[in-house]
């Protein structure tokens, strides 16, 4: 794909070094006496490090790259502690990312037990700062609304009347494909099923007859932003979590036909290999359509 990234003209750099520490995505290192981008997935292109090179020896230019992944970007990051993470959130809210800043703080939210940062306080001074729009943080059982949770089938806290005819299949949460963690442990040899928004209004049967005993991962390849992201968290799902199987259920629509385009682009770069099946629903209900890609 083609994004801006930062390109470093080695004849001006003189290897200072004072673009590294403002590089907070951690792309740049000096290496051999000159300053190196050491991964085009850890570079947004937004160009923070471009004020503080006295040689201006750092531009962005367009060219094919890696899609940014802030994932990996966080995974890093969470080592260099509080300013750092915080530095990097108000880049990317200063910049408009919302997508980045929304999984960047989920990821967050998925790991504050494990990390050694207090992840409530980073988040307040990230609202409090910079004035960020509020996130829905807790749900009404106290729970964080993107925060990784596995129940089975049952739910959490309180009580919900279920269906005589229909329960739900969910077994986790969160299912939105910028919001999920590709390698959570209930993707985790599973059989998933990538969805496109539309299609569990279409089938009635669709928890009983297509997610039962499966993951679930949905997203819509027309409305959804920055849908790069998408194939490197499938191919994560294959070489990572992997699954079993993946099962692409779409909508009949021609858009929807970007969803399985993607999974096929991420099965291509994945070291392991894993049966795909397509699923084309119609829009009146119904299945039109089955057969393994």
Same mark, same amino acid.
């Given at each position: 794909m083609k994004r801006d990234i930062v390109k470093i003209d080695e004849d001006l750099c003189d @290897?200072?070094?004072?673009?590294?520490?403002? %590089? +907070? $995505?951690?792309?740049?290192?000096?290496? =051999?006496?000159?300053?190196?981008?050491? /991964? #085009?997935?850890?570079?947004?292109?937004?160009?923070?490090?471009? !004020? +503080? %090179?006295?040689? *201006?020896?750092?531009?962005?230019? $367009?060219?094919?790259? $890696?899609?940014?992944? $802030?994932?990996?970007?966080?995974?890093?990051?969470?080592?260099?502690?509080?300013?750092?993470?915080?530095?990097h959130l108000k880049h990317l809210k200063d910049h408009g990312e919302k997508d980045f800043l929304h999984d960047g703080i989920t990821?967050?939210?998925? +790991?504050? =037990? #494990?990390?050694?940062? #207090?992840?409530?306080?980073?988040?307040?001074?990230?609202?409090?700062?910079?004035?960020?729009? &509020? +996130?829905? #943080?807790?749900?009404?059982? !106290? %729970?964080? !609304? /993107?925060?990784?949770? /596995?129940f089975g089938g049952s739910q959490e806290c309180g009580t919900v009347a279920e269906s005589v005819s229909q329960r739900s299949e969910l077994t986790h949460w969160?299912? &939105?494909?910028?919001?999920?963690?590709?390698?959570?442990?209930?993707?985790?040899?599973? =059989?998933?099923?990538?969805?496109? =928004?539309?299609?569990?209004? *279409?089938?009635g049967n669709f928890h009983n007859d297509h997610l039962k005993g499966?993951?679930? @991962?949905?997203? %819509?390849?027309?409305l959804d932003s920055n849908t790069e992201v998408y194939i490197e968290k499938f191919r994560q799902l294959i070489d990572e979590a992997k699954v079993n199987t993946i099962t692409v259920t779409m909508m009949e629509v021609p858009c929807c036909g970007g969803l399985i385009q993607m999974v096929k682009a991420a099965a291509a770069k994945a070291e392991r290999k894993v049966p795909i099946k397509q699923i084309i629903v119609g829009v009146e209900g119904g299945i039109l359509d089955e057969q393994w890609a």
């Open positions: @290897g200072c070094g004072e673009c590294v520490p403002n %590089c +907070h $995505e951690g792309a740049l290192q000096i290496i =051999d006496g000159k300053a190196r981008l050491i /991964s #085009d997935l850890m570079c947004d292109g937004l160009g923070a490090c471009l !004020g +503080h %090179c006295p040689q *201006s020896a750092i531009t962005i230019e $367009e060219r094919e790259a $890696e899609p940014y992944d $802030e994932i990996k970007v966080m995974v890093d990051m969470v080592t260099k502690g509080k300013n750092v993470v915080v530095a990821y967050l939210l998925n +790991h504050k =037990d #494990d990390l050694n940062l #207090d992840v409530n306080e980073i988040i307040n001074e990230i609202k409090e700062e910079n004035k960020m729009e &509020q +996130h829905e #943080d807790n749900l009404a059982c !106290g %729970c964080p !609304g /993107s925060m990784e949770r /596995s969160p299912v &939105q494909m910028h919001l999920i963690n590709p390698v959570a442990a209930n993707f985790r040899n599973s =059989d998933v099923v990538i969805a496109a =928004d539309c299609v569990a209004f *279409s089938l499966k993951t679930l @991962g949905i997203a %819509c390849p027309k």
